[in-house]
């Protein structure tokens, strides 16, 4: 039997038309356009401000974007895998209900979170439900509604975050694209400095913690910036190591959009050219778990098959990592599915029955 493999074969995506400029924030606390950009390289944030509508929303877009653009049928799903810091409830997982709004009826759900590399577990997990043999067409997606969690007072991180969603389809292959592997490490040690300090059942929330406004997320940025140089760049060589690639193997590095100063780090050490890395953090901000496949979804056309993508994450716990993904089709041409043939069949023979029967 030939070795199966797990191919990302369309993207989706969602970005709210709202949009917090620096402009904006300068009206809102004590900061500025020159200090936001030198520090962080960010000019505008999409923005879900329609407060009955959370994650799900951003994350159901994506989905039917991807679905209509692709002719996907919802029915053939068999499994969606959510990322996602900022879900609609505790409880139940928030999966559940994209799969409810996109009309998924016949997939499993669940929701994992490992702060911004989320997606990148996410994309790892669903591969490997792909390469078990048990299932052949699976939906990952990443959505967040950072602005619920930011907190607007806070001038040091009040410009990082936006809103937005983005989902990948993972099918069956025997063909060499697809996950071809993935690095994950974590180190504990620093969960006091990225942190939101309550609300979980380790601080449960009370008129005090509200008062002392530790729903937000708390960020010590200094710390943060020097680890997550150390940990997307060391796993990135990792990866590239294990996997016998070189810089000139290279087509993408598409990094966690957090900081461009991060960013520009990263690809140094890599020794990829900036041309060759996908930066959109200076429209999109910081969409925590959502970043990669957003920046996915904006470059769908440029990819070809066969191209050789680097991704890249670090997020709160402190959690990291790096992917080794190889692209299946060129641009927005979606290569054709053994699943999408077995339903135009199965929709022929039913239009067939249904003709005979009005006979």
């Not at 983005?166 to 071809?180: D, S």
């Not at 200094?222 to 760049?233: C, E, P, T, Y």
């Not at 996997?243 to 957090?258: C, E, Y």
């Given at each position: 039997m030939n070795k199966i493999n797990a191919a990302i074969t369309a993207v989706g995506g969602y970005l709210p038309p709202d949009l917090l400029t620096n402009a904006d924030l300068e009206k809102m606390v004590d900061t500025n356009d020159e200090w936001?950009?030198?520090?962080?390289?960010?000019?505008?944030?999409?923005?879900?401000?329609?407060?009955?509508?959370?994650?799900?929303?951003?994350?159901?877009?994506?989905?039917?974007?991807?679905?209509?653009?692709?002719?996907?049928?919802?029915?053939?799903?068999?499994?969606?895998?959510?990322?996602?810091?900022?879900?609609?409830?505790h409880f139940p997982s928030t999966a559940s209900v994209v799969a409810y709004e996109t009309?998924?009826?016949?997939?499993?759900?669940?929701?994992?979170?490992?702060?911004?590399?989320s997606f990148m577990y996410a994309l790892e997990t669903g591969a490997n439900y792909i390469r078990s043999g048990r299932y052949k067409r699976l939906v990952v997606v990443a959505a967040e509604?950072?602005?619920?969690?930011?907190?607007?007072?806070?001038?040091?991180?009040?410009?990082?975050?936006?809103?937005?969603?983005?989902?990948?389809l993972l099918e069956t292959t025997e063909q060499e694209t697809g996950v071809m592997d993935a690095y994950f490490r974590t180190n504990g040690e620093f969960k006091n400095q990225l942190?939101?300090?309550?609300?979980?059942?380790?601080?449960?929330?009370?008129h005090e913690?509200?008062?002392?406004?530790?729903?937000?997320?708390?960020?010590?940025?200094?710390?943060?910036?020097?680890?997550?140089?150390?940990?997307?760049?060391?796993?990135?060589?990792?990866?590239?190591?294990?996997?016998?690639?070189?810089?000139?193997?290279v087509t993408w590095f598409i990094p966690h959009q957090a900081n461009l100063r991060i960013i520009d780090a990263v690809a140094r050490q890599?020794?990829?050219?900036?041309?060759?890395?996908?930066?959109?953090?200076?429209?999109?901000?910081?969409?925590s778990s959502a970043t990669i496949p957003i920046c996915l979804w904006?470059?769908?056309?440029?990819?070809?098959?066969?191209?050789?993508?680097?991704?890249?994450?670090?997020?709160?716990?402190?959690?990291?990592g790096a992917m080794y993904v190889k692209w299946a089709y060129d641009g927005g041409k979606?290569?054709?599915s053994t699943i999408d043939t077995c339903q135009t069949d199965r929709e022929a023979a039913q239009e067939e029955s249904s003709t005979c029967q009005t006979r």
């Amino acid at each position: 039997m030939n070795k199966i493999n797990a191919a990302i074969t369309a993207v989706g995506g969602y970005l709210p038309p709202d949009l917090l400029t620096n402009a904006d924030l300068e009206k809102m606390v004590d900061t500025n356009d020159e200090w936001i950009t030198t520090r962080v390289g960010i000019k505008t944030r999409h923005i879900l401000k329609d407060p009955t509508k959370g994650s799900s929303y951003l994350a159901a877009r994506a989905l039917q974007d991807m679905f209509e653009r692709n002719h996907i049928d919802p029915l053939s799903i068999e499994g969606i895998i959510m990322a996602c810091v900022t879900p609609d409830y505790h409880f139940p997982s928030t999966a559940s209900v994209v799969a409810y709004e996109t009309g998924c009826q016949n997939a499993f759900t669940f929701d994992m979170q490992s702060a911004c590399p989320s997606f990148m577990y996410a994309l790892e997990t669903g591969a490997n439900y792909i390469r078990s043999g048990r299932y052949k067409r699976l939906v990952v997606v990443a959505a967040e509604k950072m602005s619920a969690i930011v907190d607007y007072q806070d001038r040091a991180t009040a410009p990082l975050f936006g809103d937005g969603a983005a989902c990948v389809l993972l099918e069956t292959t025997e063909q060499e694209t697809g996950v071809m592997d993935a690095y994950f490490r974590t180190n504990g040690e620093f969960k006091n400095q990225l942190i939101m300090k309550a609300g979980g059942s380790a601080n449960p929330p009370t008129h005090e913690t509200v008062e002392r406004r530790e729903h937000f997320v708390y960020q010590e940025g200094a710390a943060v910036f020097k680890q997550a140089v150390l940990g997307m760049s060391s796993s990135c060589l990792e990866i590239m190591r294990r996997n016998a690639l070189s810089k000139d193997d290279v087509t993408w590095f598409i990094p966690h959009q957090a900081n461009l100063r991060i960013i520009d780090a990263v690809a140094r050490q890599m020794e990829v050219p900036k041309e060759h890395v996908m930066i959109n953090i200076q429209d999109c901000a910081n969409t925590s778990s959502a970043t990669i496949p957003i920046c996915l979804w904006q470059w769908e056309k440029e990819l070809k098959r066969g191209d050789v993508l680097i991704l890249t994450s670090f997020g709160s716990g402190f959690t990291w990592g790096a992917m080794y993904v190889k692209w299946a089709y060129d641009g927005g041409k979606r290569p054709a599915s053994t699943i999408d043939t077995c339903q135009t069949d199965r929709e022929a023979a039913q239009e067939e029955s249904s003709t005979c029967q009005t006979r």
